[in-house]
């Protein structure tokens, strides 16, 4: 229950859900409880539960969840991501409580797993509702986890729409030294391989040398950190890149970009693209997991291959030389959001899903 994806969707979901009729526990089996679990903890009296599952398979950990589920007789056993889920599905044998398992996205590349072409049909006809974030989600568990089409249901992510104030907006420009007449672009994410944030600053270095005034923020933290720094140098990029490090309220910055850029290897639905539509910014992304889903081409932002560069650096320069693409996108941005990636109709879903 740190910062990340899963964990805000959990968010939305134990704070959202109808009080009269559902009760939420959270029960964390790596050993500690994140800042939006102590979060939910403190501000919204969610009871967290946590434990340090033992390397390899944790017989300890499924008798813990086992009296958990027991003790506070749970009706429903709801288990984010793989790992989670065979803890889960061991440990409510016998308790009365159905499983509901959601996959939140797939590793970079793919692999395919022997003990899952035997185990995961058995799990998945002895479970009760199998959730994938996106068709590209449920395809990949499909072929690579073994598991039944039939058996799963699509459920986008959807998030509580973002706000932020001109005044806050103006303050944080001046704060990091951003120009009235500098273009934004950047993402929020982990600095990590998968997620291709090298390819940004190799699109940036292209765009200045075209003459096009851009300013490329990074917000987030993570193994790249470094790499990504050495390669800004390398790209004599000065302070046409900001690293901000880690953020605990990202939509501020998020807030400064006139364009968001997700150009990942692969992605499930990224929480921090659905923020920036919400907001209204038009995305340039890679079409890779469920992106496609999310932004419609043309439409809400532009999709492009995986890794080219020209193409990734194209669909920038375009969109930022047509001001009234930009604006009409950030329009459709917003309302694609409203109609179909809302907390609201997440959380209804997965009420439906419950009952």
Partial sequence: MGFGGTEQVIRQLVTNLDKNRFHNEIACIDGEVGAIGQALETEHGIKLHSRQRAPGFDLKTILWLRHLIKSGKFDIVHCHQYSPYAYGWFAHWGTGAKVVFTEHGRFHPDQYRKKARFINPIIARTSHKLVAISSATRDALVEYEYLPRDRITVIYNGIAPLEVSEKARAA?????????????????????????????????????????????????????????????????????????????????????????????????????????????????????????EIVDDGETGKLVESDDLPAFTRAIQELLQDPNALSKMSKQAKTHFTERFSAEHMVQQYERCYE
């Fill in 172 to 292: 944080l420009k001046e704060e990091l030294g951003i120009k009235q007449d500098e273009t934004v672009i950047g993402t929020v994410a982990r600095l990590d391989a998968v997620k291709n944030q090298a390819l940004m600053l190799k699109a940036t270095r292209a765009l200045l040398d075209r003459g096009i005034k851009v300013r490329l923020l990074l917000v987030g933290d993570g193994p790249e950190w470094e790499n990504l720094e050495n390669l800004a140098a390398e790209l004599n990029l000065g302070e046409s890149v900001i690293f901000t490090g880690f953020q605990s309220k990202p939509a501020d910055y998020l807030g400064l970009m006139d364009l968001f850029l997700l150009p990942s290897f692969t992605e499930g639905t990224s929480m921090t693209l659905l923020e920036a539509m919400s907001l209204g910014i038009p995305t340039v992304a890679t079409g890779a997991g469920g992106t496609p």
